[in-house]
T-cell receptor, first 113, second 113 residues
Framework: SQTIHQWPATLVQPVGSPLSLECTVEGTSNPNLYWYRQAAGRGLQLLFYSVGIGQISSEVPQNLSASRPQDRQFILSSKKLLLSDSGFYLC????????????FGPGTRLTVL | GEDVEQSLFLSVREGDSSVINCTYTDSSSTYLYWYKQEPGAGLQLLTYIFSNMDMKQDQRLTVLLNKKDKHLSLRIADTQTGDSAIYFCAETDSGGGADGLTFGKGTHLIIQP
């Protein structure tokens, strides 16, 4: 069966520090991968999606970047965090053409102080 | 761009039915989804409906779609304390959500004893 992991579960970082959040998927090949952010009072916002290794699409301009170094690994990064980067970051995967569901990871709670 | 709107809160008594409503603006939406998020957790797909359907039932859940009015609802029969969560409406205009979903801000379902 497929599982999706996110690391770390919680993170507290000072403004201006770098960020690296990791998402890995097991039990499937060539999934579409997604990063969403859930900020207070703003619902879920799609940040990035990837249809394959090295292929990243950005939905909104921001202080963050994403990379997909391996088929089942998706990384969210920042060189310098802003206060507005605080939120709950969710990774999701979807197998194109197989079903209609996006499977979400457990999330990472990021607090920028 | 696309927009998805939901009420922020809904309070119901245990054992009653809960009806969570959602409106969307994208007339080319193909799939519409309901996700459930329990405190501190990721998102779990409850059900989805394809845009050429007007109703879908799955155990205690009933989804109604009025495509003309761009209105989606989720009815939970015999609401239990375990149903207490945030419910997100989401849509996509691509096949199976390949380029991400657009989410509403979520409805907090509060269960009164």
């Amino acid at each position: 069966s497929q599982t999706i992991h996110q690391w770390p579960a919680t993170l507290v970082q000072p403004v201006g520090s770098p960020l690296s959040l990791e998402c890995t998927v097991e039990g499937t090949s060539n999934p579409n991968l997604y990063w969403y952010r859930q900020a207070a009072g703003r619902g879920l916002q799609l940040l990035f999606y990837s249809v394959g290794i090295g292929q990243i699409s950005s939905e909104v301009p921001q202080n963050l970047s994403a990379s997909r170094p391996q088929d089942r690994q998706f990384i969210l990064s920042s060189k310098k965090l802003l206060l507005s980067d605080s939120g709950f970051y969710l990774c999701a995967w979807h197998l194109a053409g197989i079903n209609n569901e996006q499977f979400f990871g457990p999330g990472t709670r990021l607090t920028v102080l | 761009g696309e927009d998805v709107e939901q009420s922020l809160f809904l309070s119901v008594r245990e054992g009653d039915s809960s009806v969570i409503n959602c409106t969307y603006t994208d007339s080319s939406s193909t799939y519409l989804y309901w996700y459930k998020q329990e405190p501190g957790a990721g998102l779990q797909l409850l059900t989805y409906i394809f845009s050429n359907m007007d109703m879908k039932q799955d155990q205690r859940l009933t989804v109604l779609l009025n495509k003309k009015d761009k209105h989606l609802s989720l009815r939970i029969a015999d609401t239990q304390t375990g149903d207490s969560a945030i419910y997100f409406c989401a849509e996509t205009d691509s096949g199976g959500g390949a380029d991400g979903l657009t989410f509403g801000k979520g409805t907090h379902l509060i269960i009164q004893p």
